[in-house]
C-alpha cells in the first residue's frame, strides 16, 4: 500500500512539473508585409534607403529575428514608396532599428523549480526619416522631412522554445512596423505634400 502511495504521489509530482515547464504553444504571427496598402506615389526619379542604425551598448539581439527590424523598413520603403519619375528625390534613413534583452528577476531554488517565470523582456525601438527634395528649376524648389519613432515591448517565460522566441521577435517587429506604417503614411502625405501624387 505504501509503494503505490509512493508511486502515485511521484506521478502527481511528475504531472505537475510538466505543466510548470510547458506552455501553450504561441500562435503563428502575422507575415510582415504592405501589400494591403495602396502605394504613395511620389514625384521623385528614386528612393533612397539608407541604413545609419548602428548598435551600441546593452544586449542587441535584432539579428535573430527572422526579419530584423531594418530589413522591414527596407521592405516597407519598397512596398510603400513608389517613384514616378522627374528630377525629385526622396530618401529614407534608418536612424535606429534595435531589440535589446533585458533580464529579468526570477525565483531561485524550490519554489523556482516549479514556477516558469518571465525571464527576458524584449524592448524594440526603430526611428525613420523620409526627406524628399525637389531642385529649383525656375518654378521654384521643395524640401520637406518628416520623422517618427515607435518603440514595442514584450517577455517572454524563461522556459520559450527557440521556435517560439524567434516568434516572438518576428511579431514585436510586426507590431513596430504596423505603427510606423501608419505614422509615415500620415506624414509623407502632411510634410512632403508637394511631392504626392493625388
Same mark, same amino acid.
Given at each position: 500500500?505504501?509503494?503505490?502511495?509512493?508511486? /502515485?504521489?511521484?506521478?502527481?509530482?511528475?504531472?505537475?512539473?510538466?505543466?510548470?515547464?510547458?506552455?501553450?504553444?504561441?500562435?503563428?504571427?502575422?507575415?510582415?508585409? #504592405?501589400?494591403? #496598402?495602396?502605394?504613395?506615389?511620389?514625384?521623385?526619379?528614386?528612393?533612397? &534607403?539608407?541604413?545609419?542604425?548602428?548598435?551600441?551598448?546593452?544586449?542587441?539581439?535584432?539579428?535573430?529575428?527572422? =526579419?530584423?527590424?531594418?530589413?522591414?523598413?527596407?521592405?516597407?520603403?519598397?512596398?510603400? /514608396?513608389?517613384?514616378?519619375?522627374?528630377?525629385?528625390?526622396?530618401?529614407?534613413?534608418?536612424?535606429?532599428?534595435?531589440?535589446?534583452?533585458?533580464?529579468?528577476?526570477?525565483? $531561485?531554488?524550490?519554489?523556482?523549480?516549479? %514556477?516558469?517565470?518571465?525571464?527576458?523582456?524584449?524592448?524594440?525601438?526603430?526611428? =525613420?526619416?523620409?526627406?524628399?527634395?525637389?531642385?529649383?528649376?525656375?518654378?521654384?524648389? #521643395?524640401?520637406? =522631412?518628416?520623422?517618427?519613432? =515607435? %518603440?514595442?515591448?514584450?517577455?517572454?517565460?524563461?522556459?520559450?522554445? /527557440?521556435?517560439?522566441?524567434?516568434?516572438? #521577435?518576428?511579431?514585436?517587429?510586426?507590431?513596430?512596423?504596423?505603427? /510606423?506604417?501608419?505614422?509615415?503614411?500620415?506624414?509623407?502625405? $502632411?510634410?512632403?505634400?508637394?511631392? &504626392?501624387?493625388?
Amino acid at each position: 500500500m505504501l509503494s503505490r502511495r509512493l508511486l /502515485l504521489a511521484a506521478g502527481t509530482a511528475t504531472l505537475l512539473l510538466a505543466a510548470c515547464q510547458s506552455t501553450p504553444p504561441r500562435p503563428a504571427p502575422r507575415p510582415i508585409d #504592405f501589400s494591403n #496598402f495602396g502605394p504613395i506615389v511620389l514625384n521623385a526619379g528614386i528612393v533612397d &534607403v539608407v541604413d545609419s542604425y548602428r548598435p551600441m551598448g546593452a544586449k542587441h539581439v535584432e539579428g535573430r529575428s527572422p =526579419v530584423p527590424p531594418a530589413e522591414a523598413v527596407r521592405r516597407w520603403a519598397a512596398e510603400r /514608396l513608389q517613384a514616378a519619375g522627374g528630377p525629385g528625390r526622396v530618401r529614407v534613413t534608418i536612424r535606429d532599428a534595435g531589440i535589446v534583452e533585458v533580464p529579468l528577476p526570477t525565483k $531561485k531554488g524550490i519554489s523556482g523549480y516549479f %514556477t516558469n517565470d518571465q525571464a527576458q523582456r524584449y524592448d524594440g525601438r526603430i526611428e =525613420v526619416e523620409v526627406a524628399g527634395e525637389v531642385p529649383d528649376t525656375g518654378s521654384g524648389g #521643395f524640401r520637406g =522631412v518628416t520623422r517618427s519613432t =515607435v %518603440t514595442q515591448s514584450t517577455t517572454v517565460a524563461e522556459n520559450i522554445s /527557440l521556435a517560439d522566441r524567434e516568434a516572438t #521577435f518576428l511579431d514585436l517587429t510586426r507590431r513596430m512596423m504596423d505603427d /510606423l506604417n501608419a505614422r509615415l503614411d500620415a506624414g509623407i502625405r $502632411k510634410d512632403l505634400a508637394p511631392m &504626392v501624387r493625388r
